[in-house]
């Protein structure tokens, strides 16, 4: 390095000149080679300074140029350069020296305590607990023990050791979005004619309906279900199309899609659009993944009956919420009745709301006979998913009376009451009785539901901690090894890009003294994040043929991260946006 000696044994200031003569005249046998010098050819006029975003500049003249700011010292170690980077912070050049040594036995504390929890004294802060190895009033620290006050700060408690599974979603769950997801992707060969029975804008089709036999029963009419992706938003959609349907026209259907479309509750699949095309008349559902329909369970074997007071809860809130909105189901029977299983719990839901407001648009009833028979069905409802077989309204009595003698041999009393009390009363009761009749029920629906919610905020923000690390990444990964930008062929491996390039390094490419590799999650997934949250805590950097050293903040990366991540996006080409996303 130009200026730099790297034969000075002993680097003294130059305002210690006139004391250094008169030593030297005190001792004249101190000017010989490897004595002490009048002017050291190591002052501050020879030391050179590191900034973020202006790379290296030419040598300090003094030193007030060299308070706060990067500079790097060159000495002889065992006959070779080491370069040496340390923050002063409002140090005169008298006091170097000082200033440097101190700096050097931090570091050395520092590199010590390799088990120190950066966020125990935050924790700390936020709930006024100590640590364990935190001083207090009633434990007295090591400066009342011996009179002096302690130079070594009391570290944190060591952090415990965690598994990596349990930094991000929990396995089950993870398994559970990503089926899905796969199921969301799927859809029909290119070559397959069903393509032409989907109108636009929905595109990428899949059937859904695999009992093709059962396509002219539902309803009455011809029916085919997909699942489809629309161009328009690019969400995945429910499309039914009926075939044959001549009573219905465009009025009819823009009439029941103003009443229904809209209209939200947690336990019914929403209805988007009602339109006429290709001779057909088609309904846009919301696309619910994961789940089956009910009649698809009905095995035979009875269901615990916590699963089914939270079925009866989830059930009544919605035809409480679609009575009150003077309307009803119209849709609760085993075939259209949904289920969704997770790791917490079974969420039901209710399928092909506003499909018969339509198609008996002509033959419709008053609604207070519709909500009547609205009690009735979930009566029967009930009853099957408590005895494992579909009860309809034209089942045979026989059936009805065993599957009434299974559940009260089965479950609880109040609830054989609440069923029976729905299929045999001449006028049903009302929505507002029945709900008044599960108050205590409600509430450990409420509880579960509550379970459930924390449960999901827990994965919720494990997997924003991944997605603030991935974007990190992603940056590091524009900027580290890039070959060129513009005319600037060396752009990677000068600036602001070198330092990042250097903390690449200190992240992922760590070995032992053995050159074996270190592979230390937690160390990655620390470092990232304290990038992320630009801390001021300062790590030593080495180049890869150990000449550099620089000792740097994450506060310092983090601002040349962000330097030279928004220049290479400056001079980036806009990428070019389709017409059509699918």
Not at 205 to 212: A, G, I, K, N, S
Request: with cysteine; net charge negative.
């Amino acid at each position: 390095m130009d200026g730099l000696s790297t034969s000075a044994r002993e680097w003294t200031p130059a305002g210690f000149a006139q004391s250094t003569q008169q030593r030297q005249q005190q001792q004249p046998s101190s000017n010989q080679e490897g004595g002490w010098q009048a002017e050291s050819d190591l002052t501050a006029a020879t030391v050179k300074e590191f900034v973020p975003g202006l790379g290296w500049k030419a040598g300090i003249t003094s030193s007030s140029q060299a308070a706060g700011k990067f500079a790097v010292f060159c000495f002889d170690a065992r006959e070779k350069e080491t370069f040496l980077m340390m923050d002063i912070l409002q140090v005169n050049h008298l006091n170097l020296l000082i200033a440097f040594l101190m700096y050097i036995h931090m570091l050395d504390s520092e590199l010590q305590d390799v088990n120190r929890n950066p966020y125990a004294a935050a924790a700390t802060a936020i709930h006024g607990y100590p640590s364990e190895n935190t001083p207090t009033d009633s434990e007295p620290d090591g400066a009342e023990e011996t009179g002096f006050p302690s130079t070594v700060a009391a570290g944190p408690t060591t952090p415990p050791f965690r598994c990596l599974r349990s930094l991000g979603m929990a396995d089950d769950l993870w398994r559970q979005h990503r089926q899905w997801q796969l199921e969301g992707i799927r859809q029909l060969e290119p070559t397959d004619p069903r393509y032409k029975a989907i109108p636009a804008p929905y595109c990428n089709p899949w059937p859904l309906d695999y009992d093709q036999s059962a396509r002219s029963s539902s309803f009455g009419y011809p029916c085919a279900t997909f699942q489809v992706a629309s161009q328009t938003d690019g969400y995945l959609y429910c499309l039914r199309r009926f075939d044959g349907v001549k009573s219905v026209n465009s009025k009819i259907a823009s009439t029941v899609a103003e009443q229904w479309v809209g209209f939200e509750h947690p336990n019914l699949v929403a209805l988007h659009r009602v339109f006429v095309a290709q001779r057909a008349l088609f309904f846009v559902h919301s696309y619910i993944p994961g789940v089956v329909p009910l009649r698809d369970r009905l095995v035979g074997s009875p269901v615990s009956e916590p699963v089914l007071w939270s079925a009866i809860c989830q059930w009544t809130g919605l035809i409480r919420r679609i009575h009150q909105a003077r309307m009803a189901v119209l849709t609760l029977d085993a075939r259209h009745v949904l289920l969704q299983i997770d790791s917490l719990r079974v969420r039901w839901y209710i399928n092909c709301i506003g499909v018969p407001d339509t198609l008996e648009w002509e033959s419709r009833k008053s609604v207070e006979s519709l909500q009547a028979e609205d009690i009735r069905k979930l009566g029967r409802l009930i009853l099957s998913l408590a005895t494992g077989t579909e009860i309809t309204i034209s089942s045979d009595p026989n059936t009805i009376a065993r599957c009434e003698r299974f559940c009260l041999q089965t479950y609880s009393r109040e609830l054989h009451n609440l069923t029976m009390t729905l299929l045999r009363s001449r006028t049903p009761p009302s929505i507002v009785d029945i709900c008044r009749a599960l108050t205590s029920r409600v509430w450990d629906e409420m509880d579960l539901l509550g379970l459930s919610l924390r449960g999901t905020e827990q994965s919720l923000g494990a997997e924003f901690e991944s997605g603030r690390i991935l974007r990190i990444m992603l940056k590091l990964g524009f900027i580290n090894e890039r070959p060129e930008f513009g005319p600037n062929r060396r752009w990677a491996q000068s600036g602001d890009c070198y330092i990042l390039t250097l903390f690449r390094d200190y992240v992922f490419h760590q070995a032992d003294g053995g050159g074996n590799p270190v592979m230390d999650m937690g160390h990655v997934l620390m470092t990232l994040n304290k990038l992320d949250a630009a801390d001021e805590e300062k790590i030593v950097l080495t180049s890869r043929d150990g000449k550099s050293m620089m000792v740097v903040s994450f506060a310092d990366v983090a601002r040349c991260l962000e330097s030279a991540y928004h220049e290479l996006c400056s001079g980036a080409a806009r990428p070019q946006v389709p017409q059509q996303p699918y």
